[in-house]
């Protein structure tokens, strides 16, 4: 009987040591509410909040308020991470729908569409009445297509980026090829440039060669007529009289005597003929 007196003062004596726990949080709570609200001075209600869930790591209402107070003054991660707190400490889906339907509105601020979807989707299985989450979430989910269909976007143009990249690469390779063949023919052009020149240099040789006597020197058929020419100026006399136009050639004025002569002979025969013919002939004397 007294064991049982005991144990029942330990059961209220814990009771009132959670009431007290529980009280102590909600001033400091509140006292972080009037210093934000009325001072706006977020550090110092930063720090009651964080009293307050130190001294009730239970207390999901500590935990939602310091995670909005994150969310006014732009720090998404931090309110993010107290709202998945808040809900996981909540006993009334109220107080889960609420938080939820917070951490949907983070996830809006920082473009995370399809986590902020989600958040709405599990605000509204603990309070499906609620319009505004659901108008949220109408939101969330055109925002998470047209994130969708950009992300689309920009990979296709990533992709032809890539492409184009490629073709462009392709295209330089092609050009280095054609270089190189182009090179390459420009050599082979002068190789038979070479070739040509290392030819005809060996007809030249060759004719050259030709023009060599039996010792191997030089034929000069030049210097041999220009030597005949210089034998011809010094005989004189053997040189031929150059005609002067309008005069007759020697041979042609022997000709013409010779036929003179012949003429002239035959006229002197005729005359001889008559005379001949005109005179008594002579007989011979007899024995």
């Known amino acids: 009987m007294i064991l049982l ?12 040591n959670r009431e007290e726990i529980e009280a102590e949080a909600n001033q400091f709570v509140a006292a972080g509410n009037e210093v934000l609200i009325k ?43 107290r709202y998945t707190e808040a809900v996981k400490t909540a006993s009334s889906k109220a107080e889960k729908h609420k938080a939820f339907h917070n951490q949907g509105n983070t996830y809006m601020e920082q473009k995370k569409y399809k986590e902020a979807v989600e958040a709405y989707k599990s605000a509204l ?32 143009n990533k992709d032809n980026k890539d492409d184009n990249k490629d073709q462009k690469d392709q295209n330089k390779d092609k050009e280095g090829e054609d270089k190189e063949d182009k090179k390459e023919d420009k050599k082979e052009g002068e190789d ?15 004719k050259g060669e030709d023009k060599k006597d039996e010792k191997g020197d030089p034929k000069d058929e030049g210097k041999d007529k220009q030597e005949d020419k210089k ?8 040189q031929q009289p150059q005609q002067v136009q309008g005069q007759l050639s020697p041979q042609q004025v022997k000709s013409l005597l010779e036929a003179m002569n012949n003429e002239e002979k035959k006229v002197q025969d005729k005359i001889n003929a008559k005379k001949a013919k005109g005179a008594k002939t002579r007989t011979e004397k007899d024995w």
């Open 192 to 206: 038979d440039k070479e070739k040509k020149r290392d030819e005809g240099e060996d007809k030249k040789d060759e």
């Open 125 to 156: 299985r603990n309070n499906p009445k609620d319009d505004e989450t659901r108008y949220n979430l109408a939101l969330a989910k055109q925002k998470k297509e047209e994130q969708q269909k950009q992300d689309d976007q920009n990979k296709d």
């Open 39 to 81: 001072d706006g001075n977020f550090p110092k209600a930063e720090g009651e909040y964080r009293k307050a869930i130190a001294k009730n790591p239970v207390n999901p209402t500590a935990k939602y308020n310091l995670a909005n107070a994150y969310y006014n003054t732009e720090k998404y991660d931090e309110a993010s991470q």
């Open 231 to 238: 034998e011809g100026e010094g005989k004189p006399e053997e």
């Open 5 to 16: 007196c005991f144990q029942i003062g330990i059961i209220f004596s814990q009771e009132d």
